[in-house]
Nanobody
Framework: QVQLVESGGGLVQAGGSLRLSCAAS????????MSWFRQAPGEEREFVAAISSRGTNTYYADSVKGRFTISRDNAKNAVYLQMNSLKPEDTAVYYC?????????????????WGQGTQVTVSS
């Protein structure tokens, strides 16, 4: 069982930056692939970024590539999402997820654990 708690969301102006954090419980954090998804009002939840268990592989949605960076610190049981050059369309609730493996990395059905989410609002 893994419990995930996101933090770091807030209100920021377009062009600004935010860093999201996800704290994970349990001694086996380092075996999980970690990802961020987001859900905007009235929209489907969508994949944002993923990082492999040891941090050697990353994958991004085209919409955030070059602006967002996912990272992890297995010693601290934490994963991060550095978001730069934020746009109003990045406004959403951001969720941290955990799973084993790497296949179909952008499919939420493949994930076993979810956090409660943190709100990010980007004003124009």
């Amino acid at each position: 069982q893994v419990q995930l708690v996101e933090s770091g969301g807030g209100l920021v102006q377009a062009g600004g930056s935010l860093r999201l954090s996800c704290a994970a419980s349990g001694p086996t954090f380092s075996i999980y692939t970690m990802s961020w998804f987001r859900q905007a009002p009235g929209e489907e939840r969508e994949f944002v970024a993923a990082i492999s268990s040891r941090g050697t592989n990353t994958y991004y949605a085209d919409s955030v590539k070059g602006r967002f960076t996912i990272s992890r610190d297995n010693a601290k049981n934490a994963v991060y999402l550095q978001m730069n050059s934020l746009k109003p369309e990045d406004t959403a609730v951001y969720y941290c997820l955990a799973r084993r493996g790497w296949g179909r990395i952008d499919a939420e059905a493949e994930y076993a654990y979810w956090g409660q989410g943190t709100q990010v609002t980007v004003s124009s």
